[in-house]
């Protein structure tokens, strides 16, 4: 009998070095250290997850080479998502460079880290590198704050020939408690039918010692909402995510939510989505 694959679809692994990550800062002590496969495979297991995705956490080509590497020796990892200067002049031979790797299926730049997350989405270089991923079919994932959800939004409208992955819900500011603001926001990005989102990483937006479930569901419903369920994907942010939380919290949350859904609708997003966007072959026998 065959079913879905249920996979993590959003988590990191590194070989720490201060210098190579330097959005790691000194409040975050429980991440500066190496975080490989063999860490995480327990917590996918106890988890119920068949595998996962692995992430771009540094801004460097090496960084893919490196994910890639991971991929090929554990086969549990079905895709990466790595980085590219998406601006450089010699892209596309990058790209060519990567072009028999099986488990690269998209990229990632931390946006969020540039002093002017808007002014790179509107930079003529990066559109033109965009469009080429597109062209490639190759998954972009736009990691952004909230403040600048209008500008993803814009870049969103612009390239819709592939599809493109919202991270961490545009990192609402939980804190601030602005659930109004960020979700008049959101709404037009949630409307692009190409565009998807991961329900991740939303733990440590808030207070990382006193968070309380009832502080984040709404934002997980109102996701689920304009998104829909063909739309969502569950995520870790491991081991980001324990900064504020246990492995199994970061699932319990989403499954607070979740478990009011059809059985389809949850496996969807806790795989079957993923599988289809990343073009995974998602049915395990």
Partial sequence: MSSLLRLDAHQHFWRYDAAAYPWIGRDMTGLRRDFQPADLRPLLDAAGF???????????????????????????????????????????????????????????????????????????????????????????????????????????????????????????????NDLTTWTRQLAPLAALPHVSCKLSGLITEAHWQHWQSAQLTPYLETALQLFGPERLMFGSDWPVCLLASEYADTCSLVDSVLHRLSTSQQAAIRGGNACAIYGIKGVKQ
């Avoid at 595998?51 to 890639?68: K, P």
């Avoid at 554990?74 to 450089?88: R, S, T």
């Avoid at 930079?123 to 590198?129: I, L, M, V």
């Fill in 50 to 176: 068949d595998g996962c995705i692995a992430v771009q956490a540094r801004a460097c080509e090496t960084e893919t080479d490196q994910l890639l590497a991971l991929a090929e020796r554990y086969p549990w990892i079905h895709a990466v998502v790595g980085w590219v200067d998406l601006c450089a002049d010699d892209l596309e031979q990058s790209l060519e460079r990567w072009a028999q790797a099986p488990a690269l299926r998209g990229f990632r730049h931390q946006l969020q880290d540039e002093p002017s997350p808007a002014a790179v989405m509107q930079n003529p270089a990066f559109n033109r590198g965009l469009n080429t991923l597109q062209r490639r079919g190759l998954v972009y994932e736009v990691l952004i704050k909230a403040p600048d959800l209008p500008a993803a939004t814009a870049l969103c409208q612009q390239h819709d020939q592939h599809a493109m992955v919202l991270d961490h819900l545009g990192k609402p500011d939980v804190q601030a």
